[in-house]
């Protein structure tokens, strides 16, 4: 009798490990992301959200894609203001800029700053990066100093 070596030890023999669900989805929706980021910043109007958004005049903290901009200014010269108001930023998402991402509790304390040097990766740590509930983001970019 040969102890241990028989058929049904064959079956105990461990599976080839496999990757559990959550973490293949998980990987899943970081791969979905970053594909979704390529474009960049995410335009801040919330109805649109359009990936591509640029850095923009007069609004503090707004970027927005081409579309938003028109429209923004259609809003305010309705208000009084000046037409045009609203511009895309000339050089607004440097290449060697510091983009900076305050990620935030809307209804809480604290805040969370995370710095990185492009447009994609800035807004893919935004939409990634969950260190509290119900965060919120702000993305702010600051041009590399001159040489
Ligand atoms: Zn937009």
Same mark, same amino acid.
């Given at each position: 009798?040969?102890?241990?070596?028989?058929?049904?030890?064959?079956?105990?023999?461990?599976?080839?490990?496999?990757?559990? $669900?959550?973490?293949?989805?998980?990987? $899943?929706?970081?791969?979905?992301?970053?594909?979704?980021?390529?474009?960049?910043?995410?335009?801040?109007?919330?109805?649109?959200?359009?990936?591509?958004?640029?850095?923009?005049?007069?609004?503090?903290?707004?970027?927005?894609?081409?579309?938003?901009?028109?429209?923004?200014?259609?809003?305010?010269? $309705?208000?009084?203001?000046?037409?045009?108001?609203?511009?895309?930023?000339?050089?607004?998402?440097?290449?060697?800029?510091?983009?900076?991402?305050?990620?935030?509790? $809307?209804?809480?304390?604290?805040?969370?700053?995370?710095?990185?040097?492009?447009?994609?990766?800035?807004?893919?740590?935004?939409?990634?990066?969950?260190?509290?509930?119900?965060?919120?983001?702000?993305?702010?970019?600051?041009?590399?100093?001159?040489?």
């Amino acid at each position: 009798m040969r102890w241990g070596l028989t058929e049904d030890a064959n079956d105990a023999r461990p599976k080839p490990p496999t990757v559990p $669900a959550y973490l293949a989805q998980q990987a $899943a929706e970081r791969a979905a992301a970053r594909a979704r980021c390529a474009a960049g910043i995410r335009c801040t109007e919330p109805a649109c959200l359009a990936y591509g958004a640029v850095k923009v005049t007069y609004l503090v903290d707004s970027w927005l894609c081409a579309g938003c901009i028109e429209a923004t200014n259609i809003r305010l010269e $309705a208000a009084g203001h000046a037409p045009d108001t609203v511009r895309p930023v000339p050089g607004g998402t440097p290449e060697r800029g510091r983009y900076t991402v305050t990620l935030y509790n $809307a209804i809480g304390k604290g805040a969370r700053l995370v710095q990185c040097s492009s447009p994609q990766r800035v807004q893919f740590i935004a939409e990634t990066v969950r260190p509290f509930n119900n965060t919120g983001y702000t993305i702010q970019v600051t041009a590399p100093p001159p040489n």
